[in-house]
């Protein structure tokens, strides 16, 4: 089925070319290190605990939210409101965290099929190496997936861009 979360993280990259944003490292975006590891980073790196770029695949670095400002400058398109099916069906989707509408082993299913499930208890490691079993043998897999942001990592903490964090309860 694929890494859907992976799918996410790549739309926001492709968004981002579409907002006039280069690679980090190249064009306009020159100034900007691509082993930072922000969204428009040309490839991925596997990551390191505790490393600075651990949480930066979540957020844009400032080189591409400058090409967004220079592309958007003075453009209507995106501050039009549209007109929205039902508030009550939209606040279904915009409510929730993904993490919390997909518990780690329903994140596990999608990444690599539906017999695949977690490798153990949540864990503030859960936020950066998001570890599945293979479907077909139920061994537990290395693989460099990211828990979805929301994703419990212990009581009541949750992912939060790479970190495990308390979650605020208000």
């Given at each position: 089925m694929g890494d859907f979360f992976s799918t996410v993280t790549n739309a926001a990259h492709e968004l981002g070319h579409n907002l006039g944003a280069f690679h980090d490292g190249e064009g306009d975006a020159k100034a900007c290190n691509p082993d930072d590891q922000f969204i428009m980073a040309p490839d991925d790196k596997e990551f390191i605990e505790n490393e600075l770029y651990s949480r930066n695949p979540w957020l844009f670095s400032n080189c591409s939210i400058e090409?967004?400002?220079?592309?958007?400058?003075?453009?209507?398109?995106?501050?039009?409101?549209?007109?929205?099916?039902?508030?009550?069906?939209?606040?279904?989707?915009?409510?929730?965290?993904?993490?919390e509408a997909y518990y780690v082993n329903e994140q596990c299913a999608l990444i690599n099929g539906p017999?695949?499930?977690?490798?153990?208890?949540?864990?503030?490691?859960?936020?950066?190496?998001?570890?599945?079993?293979?479907?077909?043998?139920?061994?537990?897999?290395s693989a460099n997936f990211r828990a979805a942001r929301g994703t419990t990592c212990g009581m009541y903490m949750w992912c939060i861009e790479g970190m495990c964090v308390a979650k605020d309860f208000k």
């Open positions: 090409s967004f400002k220079k592309t958007l400058q003075n453009k209507t398109c995106v501050t039009n409101k549209g007109v929205f099916f039902n508030n009550g069906e939209w606040m279904r989707y915009v409510t929730k965290e993904p993490g017999n695949s499930k977690s490798c153990g208890a949540a864990s503030p490691k859960t936020c950066l190496f998001m570890k599945c079993t293979d479907p077909n043998t139920g061994k537990c897999m």
